[in-house]
Structure formats: structure tokens, C-alpha cells
């Protein structure tokens, strides 16, 4: 490994950066993700080994003894892979998108790491030589590389314990934390960072300027935290893709401090579809692209608490077996998954309903929000892995038209992306784009409760003088149909 040229190095990083792009194009679609997911792998495991044989040569090219630089190295990639892997084999579906938030805060925190190593000595990263200041291009280029990661983190953190929902902190806990002032706050923040940016960038003689430094680090941590506090759990799907976006920028920044082409190009990517699924998520949610960037997308508490107040009005309840029958006696089927099927693990139970609703002479159909679930493509990796054939499951904008026909539609622990109070412009969430499931002639609605959803509201969709409510666990009420269908 010590005789690897830069020109062998180079020509790796294409290669991984070549496979980091096939991996963002297979994960465009669910029939190709798992190719894609591939590619992604492949290509890691190329910048990694790569990077390893880098590092090795770099320590015997200046003939060091004794270090433990390259051991170091050997052992975190041992130790953050063997983590890495048990990790993504023990978590439970639903526990996916904390698992996706807790990634992306490593991925902050490694970047401002690597920004402190090479502000401390970037001679070690043949950036200068020893005794030479920082050139202000990368002074700038830390600056910003330090700015994003710090916010990665802490946000990426806050948003882990909101998904997670188990801790009492209260910063942790799903309801919006808000305050007077929050956004002025922000600003001034945001304006300190600044200025304290241009302090290290211009600073003069060869010493870092680390007082400004490490302030506009501790300040970026806690812009992290309070952008992400005053969300609530139903735009959470936007801040997984917000924080996404920002963890590969933060990458990019510290790639072009270290001239390291294979990091610029997979952050670019990462930052950039990450930035690209956010506008999704904002159009699919009706809110603004420029306040989820500035974190000002909570929502108004009040407003959504007087949206939420709950009224007393009448239900028609049935049976698994009421529902079994309904379906068994329609033409067609459309299935509305939410993140109920997930909490249940009832998607294996749903393919079997499927599959014997099919045998009868049924058409069914999966019909997925943007924003269904915790994070996006929730419910498409949940009905993957039951493996749903992909010609069954439909987006949005295109079954939207199909549901006025249709005879039967199943909503299974999905709340806010079929309420009708969408079409209210009175209602907090009006202007939002749901699945029209109201239009069908008949809607089964399968939920432990009445309780309202994330955004806090009631949904008129429950009242209607066609829909039944199935209450109950969704894989014991499922697995009740699947027995009533025979």
C-alpha cells in the first residue's frame, strides 16, 4: 500500500464518485433501490480502503515510528463499521428515520472535527507547509465546512430524540418548543456567525485565530438546536431531507479545504438531492421552501391547537369482519398505508390480505404521500421490505384521480395526509396536497384511537357518512381480515 500514486488515488475517488452517482440514480426508484443501494456500498468501500492506503503511505513516506496515526485509523474503520452494521441490522422499521437522523449528526460532527485538525495543523494535509498561514480561501472554506456540520449536528440530534418520542427532555419531545423573540434570535445568531467568520478569515500571522473559532462553533451548535426546536412532529419528514441536505454540504465545505475531489463530488450530491427532496417535501406540505431552510416552518402553535380542539361527533364503527367483507365484494381496492402499519409491523400481514383479495378477482392498489410515515420514503421501504411488487404502489399525484372510482379505500394508521380540512382555507393545514381518499364510495379506516394526528387536528375524514372506523392494533385487525377473507 505504500507505493500507491496519487494518480492511482485519484482515479479510485472517480471510481467511488462514479458509483456514488449510480447509487443517487437507482435510489430514484423503489424497482431499482436495491442496485442502487449497492452502488453506494461499493463505492464507500472503495473511498475507504483508498483512503486507508493513503494515509498508510503518507506515515512511511515521513518515516514515522511508533505512531499510532494508521493504527488509528485501522481501528475506527474496524470499530464505525462493525457499529454501523449492527446497527442496521437490529433496528426496527420504525425506527428507521432516527437511525437516519443519527447518521446525519455524525456526519456534522465528523466535519467539524476535521475542520478543528486542519485549522491546528494543515501542514499534516499538505494544505501549507509548516510555519505558513492558512491562505483565506480555505479559512473561508473551513469557516463554512465548521458553520454546517456544527448545525448538522445539534439539529440533526434534537431531531433524533423528536422522532424517537421516548425521552422526557423536553427539547426532545415532539410539540413544538417556541418562545418570544425566537426569530430575532436566530438572526442575531446567524449574523454573530457571520462576523465572527470573517474574524478568522482575515485574521493576520501564521497562529489560527481560535478565539473566534471555537465561538463561532459553540454558536452554530446552538443555531442547530434552535431551528429545529419550534418543529412539530408532522413536518419531521421535511427536517429528515432539510438535515440530509445540510450534512452533505458540510462535506463538500471540508472537501475543498482538503482538495479532496471524491468528497466534494459525493457531498455536492448528498447536499443537492437533499435540497431537491426538501422542495418536495415543501410542496407536498404546502409550506416555504426559504422558511424550512431558515427552520421557521413549526407552524403556529396556537393556531394549531384551536384547529385541534376535538369535537364530539358521532362515529359508525365495524368489525375486521365487516371490513373483510366490504373489500371481498368490490372491484377495486386502494390501501393508504401511515405510520400506524409501520409502529404495528403489519406489512407482511397486508401483503397476505392483498394477495388473497387479488385471488378473488379484486384490483388493489397502494396509494403513498410524500410525507407519509416519519421520514421520506417511509412507506415505500416499509411495503419493500414486505416485498410488495413495485407495480402496485403508486405516488400520489398519480392515483389521485383514480380514488372518485374507486370502490374501497383502506386507510391504515394514516391521519393527516387524508383529512379533507386540507381543502378548508380556514383550517391550519389548508392548501396541502392529501390523498382525495374522501371521493371513494366506501373508506375503511383502521386506527387505535380517535386521536388526532401530528398536526393536531381532527379529521373530518373519520365523520363522513361513508366511512367506518376498525379500531385496534393494525396487524391484529389485519391479520382478523386476511382469516374473515377465506
Known amino acids: 500500500m505504500n507505493y500507491i500514486s496519487m494518480n492511482l488515488v485519484t482515479m479510485f475517488y472517480l471510481i467511488a464518485s462514479v458509483c456514488f452517482i449510480q447509487a443517487l ?59 454501523g452494521a449492527f446497527a442496521a441490522k437490529k433496528v426496527e ?32 494535509f499538505q494544505i501549507t507547509t509548516q510555519g505558513v498561514a492558512l491562505p483565506f480561501g480555505n479559512r473561508l472554506e473551513l469557516f463554512i465546512g465548521t458553520f454546517v456540520g456544527a448545525v448538522t449536528f445539534s439539529g440533526s440530534v434534537i431531531a433524533f430524540g423528536k422522532l424517537s418520542g421516548k425521552y422526557k427532555f423536553r427539547l426532545f419531545q415532539g410539540a413544538p418548543v417556541s418562545f418570544p423573540g425566537q426569530h430575532m434570535l436566530n438572526l442575531g445568531i446567524a449574523i454573530a456567525l457571520i462576523a465572527l467568520g470573517l474574524v478568522f478569515c482575515f485574521a493576520p500571522g501564521v497562529e489560527p485565530a481560535w478565539t473566534p473559532f471555537i465561538i463561532m462553533a459553540v454558536l452554530a451548535f ?111 381496492v386502494i390501501i393508504v398505508p401511515g405510520y400506524g402499519l ?43 421490505e414486505a416485498e410488495v411488487p413495485y407495480d402496485q404502489v403508486f405516488e400520489m399525484e398519480d392515483i389521485n384521480g383514480e380514488f372518485g372510482q374507486t370502490d374501497v379505500v383502506l386507510v391504515l394508521g394514516a391521519n393527516d395526509v387524508v383529512n379533507p ?38 379529521n373530518d375524514l373519520f365523520y363522513q357518512a361513508n366511512t367506518m372506523m376498525v379500531f385496534g392494533d393494525a396487524k391484529k385487525v389485519i391479520e382478523a381480515m386476511v382469516k374473515a377473507v377465506d
Not at 402553535?301 to 359508525?316: D, I, L, N, S, T
Not at 403489519?346 to 410515515?373: C, D, W
Not at 381543502?423 to 383502521?446: C, F, H, Q, R, T
Open 25 to 83: 440514480k437507482g435510489l430514484s426508484s423503489p424497482a431499482t433501490a436495491r442496485t442502487g443501494n449497492a452502488f453506494g456500498m461499493s463505492g464507500m468501500a472503495i473511498a475507504t480502503i483508498t483512503t486507508v492506503a493513503l494515509i498508510y503511505k503518507l506515515q512511511a513516506q515521513a518515516a514515522t515510528t511508533g505512531g499510532l496515526g494508521f493504527t488509528l485509523v485501522l481501528i475506527g474503520v474496524v470499530v464505525g463499521g462493525g457499529i
Open 93 to 124: 422499521m420504525t425506527k428507521m428515520p432516527e437511525l437516519v437522523a443519527a447518521m446525519h449528526s455524525l456526519i456534522g460532527l465528523a466535519a467539524v472535527c476535521i475542520a478543528i485538525a486542519v485549522v491546528a495543523e494543515p501542514w499534516v
Open 222 to 332: 446552538i443555531l442547530g438546536v434552535l431551528i429545529i426546536i419550534p418543529i412539530g412532529g408532522a413536518d419531521m419528514p421535511v427536517v429528515v431531507s432539510m438535515l440530509n441536505s445540510y450534512s452533505g454540504w458540510a462535506a463538500a465545505g471540508i472537501g475543498f479545504s482538503l482538495n479532496n475531489s471524491m468528497l466534494i463530488i459525493a457531498g455536492s450530491l448528498v447536499g443537492s438531492s437533499g435540497a431537491i427532496l426538501s422542495y418536495i417535501m415543501c410542496k407536498a406540505m404546502n409550506r416555504s421552501f426559504f422558511n424550512v431552510i431558515l427552520g421557521g416552518f413549526g407552524g403556529d402553535p396556537a393556531a394549531a391547537a384551536a384547529g385541534g380542539a376535538q369535537e364530539q361527533r358521532p362515529v359508525k364503527s365495524g368489525s375486521a369482519d365487516d371490513a373483510a367483507f366490504i373489500m371481498s365484494n368490490a372491484e377495486t
Open 342 to 384: 409501520a409502529v404495528a409491523r403489519a406489512q407482511h400481514s397486508l401483503k397476505e390480505l392483498v394477495e388473497k383479495l387479488t385471488h378473488k378477482g379484486v384490483i388493489v392498489k397502494y396509494a403513498i404521500h410524500p410525507v407519509a410515515g416519519r421520514m421520506p420514503g417511509h412507506m415505500n421501504v416499509l411495503l419493500a
Open 421 to 458: 380540512a386540507a381543502k378548508d382555507p380556514k383550517s391550519p393545514i389548508a392548501g396541502m396536497p392529501i390523498l382525495e381518499a374522501y371521493k371513494a364510495k366506501s373508506i375503511i379506516v383502521n386506527k387505535r384511537s380517535m386521536a388526532s394526528g401530528y398536526a393536531g387536528l381532527d
